[in-house]
T-cell receptor, first 113, second 115 residues
Framework: GQQLNQSPQSMFIQEGEDVSMNCTSS?????WLWYKQDPGEGPVLLIA?????ELTSNGRLTAQFGITRKDSFLNISASIPSDVGIYFC?????????????FGKGTKLSVIP | DTEVTQTPKHLVMGMTNKKSLKCEQH?????MYWYKQKAKKPPELMFV???????INESVPSRFSPECPNSSLLNLHLHALQPEDSALYLC??????????????FGPGTRLLVL
């Protein structure tokens, strides 16, 4: 099966700093999705990427679909306390069982005021 | 509107109880999903419904029984659960199950505790 490595596993940053996290896959993906999850809540979609090389922004968030189609990164600029949470990447490939998303293990973000 | 709703928010049940989780979406999505999520782990796929038909069962024990009464509703019937089944149960939906541009939208989840 596909393996998706997400890093870093956790990070502590000062409010106002920029954040970067990434995911790499052993397989080619057609779709990359980035979600944020608060404790006890469901994942909330942040950014969806559908084309290799695509760069998409959502406010202070920017994500890119890697040219090789095996990686993606998410950047958060000028972090604020409400950015705290767990960020998951998820990819979808076009092989058999293409209903399924493969999730990274998550990046836990802590913001120090 | 990208809202998926789930009820109840929290559920405590004994190992002999029968309960049901409910999920609803009104986005016209034709694929609906159940996931199980343990603490500090990513969601794990349990079931996929495509056009109201069960298309994927990820080797889930029979004590979990999904049902899709119509294109907007998805239920998960629970019976004789074990304490290790305690988790956050997430429902998700997407427009078309085999669309290249598939985006899954998640509900807020049901926090289940089995005693």
């Amino acid at each position: 099966g596909q393996q998706l490595n997400q890093s870093p596993q956790s990070m502590f940053i000062q409010e106002g700093e920029d954040v970067s996290m990434n995911c790499t896959s052993s397989s080619i993906f057609n779709t990359w999705l980035w979600y944020k999850q608060d404790p006890g809540e469901g994942p909330v979609l942040l950014i969806a990427l559908y084309k290799a090389g695509e760069l998409t922004s959502n406010g202070r968030l920017t994500a890119q679909f890697g040219i090789t189609r095996k990686d993606s990164f998410l950047n958060i600029s000028a972090s604020i306390p409400s950015d705290v949470g767990i960020y998951f990447c998820a990819g979808r490939y076009s092989g058999a069982g293409s209903y399924q998303l493969t999730f990274g293990k998550g990046t836990k973000l802590s913001v120090i005021p | 509107d990208t809202e998926v709703t789930q009820t109840p928010k929290h559920l405590v049940m004994g190992m002999t109880n029968k309960k049901s989780l409910k999920c609803e979406q009104h986005m016209g999505h034709r694929a609906m999903y159940w996931y199980k999520q343990k603490a500090k782990k990513p969601p794990e796929l349990m079931f996929v419904y495509s056009y109201e038909k069960l298309s994927i069962n990820e080797s889930v024990p029979s004590r979990f029984s999904p049902e899709c009464p119509n294109s907007s509703l998805l239920n998960l019937h629970l019976h004789a659960l074990q304490p290790e089944d305690s988790a956050l149960y997430l429902c998700a939906s997407s427009q078309l199950p085999t669309s290249v541009q598939e985006t899954q939208y998640f509900g807020p989840g049901t926090r289940l505790l089995v005693l």
